[in-house]
């Protein structure tokens, strides 16, 4: 017997959301107005369909289960989560690369389900994607300027001379000066952060109003990092971007995020200010991803940490009640594993689906 898992989530929206209970909240944003909305998503499903012997439906694999944010205009927000928790096919169902089972993404009040192949096309040309590993995200066939000029052809802009002025500024705004140097060059020819830099110039070709930048530090060296989010900082202000940044790593998502939302098994657990949430985290889970960061203060190295024992649990049978329960030392026995926690607001902006916190 064999499990398959298919590469697009279900097109039918599966019997058991008919029977889920749904908490909603605006969460931080619920003040501001619809025009202050860059990006909103609202009870966001995506489920993957398993097959069993190639064509029996064995069930679904609940990868996004009922996400809800608003991000504003020139905002960043930080996307928080161990490797499985759903934030990588988040991200792909904000790109337009995955359909949702249910639920909306709104980008500038239009749904995208709702749009047409060639409006498609012009919001792909509005949101600029970062990928995690810069050398397997560019074709080793392309020079710097191939690689640059291939949006812009898609686009329909032909033009040889806006082109070639385009990427002479991109280029120079990602500090890959002098500019001719590096026209002609290969990716092999390029170091590790120089590549992250032309991914992002290529982000940043189309003069887009969003960017997706996909854990874009952790496969580069330590000072690296530092560069290219100072890099992305600076790009975020000088063009007031909107901003998703997607990590496992809170040490690098304090210095770029305005608010940082916290994702377990494939639901949004905590968000809060940034300042907020680092220095008074509220959710047990993000308690215990604070207790995990490496601390270069050797005195709080010394100190010994309690960290959740077991898994992330497996998101074809996610647990009932609270998805942390399994891990949780502080679970109110009776009551986490029944019933799904909404959002409690403790303090002032400040979102936690916590039984604890009611």
Not at 82 to 103: A, D, F, R, W
Not at 126 to 135: I, M, N, T
Not at 136 to 149: H, N, Q, Y
Not at 256 to 281: C, H, Q, W
Request: aromatic letters at 6%; one cysteine or more.
């Amino acid at each position: 017997m064999t499990l398959e898992l298919n590469g697009q989530p279900s097109n039918d929206i599966p019997a058991e959301l008919s029977g889920t209970q749904q908490f909603r909240s605006d969460g931080p944003t619920s003040a501001a107005t619809s025009q202050d909305v860059l990006l909103s998503v609202q009870d966001l499903h995506v489920w993957f369909e398993l097959k069993r012997w190639g064509f029996l439906n064995a069930g679904h694999v609940r990868a996004v289960d009922g996400v809800s944010f608003d991000l504003h205009h020139g905002e960043a927000i930080g996307i928080v989560g161990e490797s499985g928790c759903g934030k990588t096919t988040l991200m792909k169902t904000i790109l337009g690369l995955y359909q949702p089972v249910q639920g909306n993404v709104k980008f500038d009040s239009q749904d995208l389900s709702e749009l047409t192949t060639r409006d498609m096309q012009t919001y792909r040309s509005k949101v600029g994607y970062v990928q995690q590993d810069p050398y397997g995200a560019l074709p080793p066939f392309m020079t710097v300027e191939r690689i640059l000029s291939e949006p812009m052809i898609v686009s329909g802009i032909k033009n040889r001379s806006v082109q070639s002025q385009r990427i002479h500024d991109v280029l120079t705004e990602v500090k890959m000066t002098p500019v001719d140097d590096f026209l002609t060059k290969f990716p092999h020819m390029l170091s590790g952060g120089q590549q992250q830099r032309i991914v992002i110039a290529r982000a940043m070709i189309l003069k887009p109003q969003l960017i997706v930048a996909d854990e874009p530090v952790s496969m580069l060296d330590a000072s690296v990092r530092v560069e290219i989010l100072r890099l992305l900082q600076k790009l975020q202000a000088s063009h007031n971007l909107s901003v998703i940044y997607i990590t496992h790593d809170l040490s690098t998502v304090r210095y770029f995020s305005d608010r940082i939302f916290v994702m377990y098994a494939g639901k949004l657990i905590e968000r809060a200010d940034v300042n907020a949430l680092l220095r008074t985290p509220l959710h047990p889970y993000t308690q215990a991803l604070l207790a995990a960061t490496p601390d270069p203060d050797y005195r709080n190295a010394l100190t010994h940490k309690e960290l959740p024992p077991g898994e992330p649990p497996s998101l074809v049978n996610p647990p009932e009640g609270c998805r942390f329960h399994p891990r949780c030392p502080k679970r109110i026995e009776g009551l986490c594993e029944v019933e799904v926690p909404p959002d409690f607001e403790p303090v002032p902006n400040h979102y936690t689906a916590c039984w604890l916190l009611r």
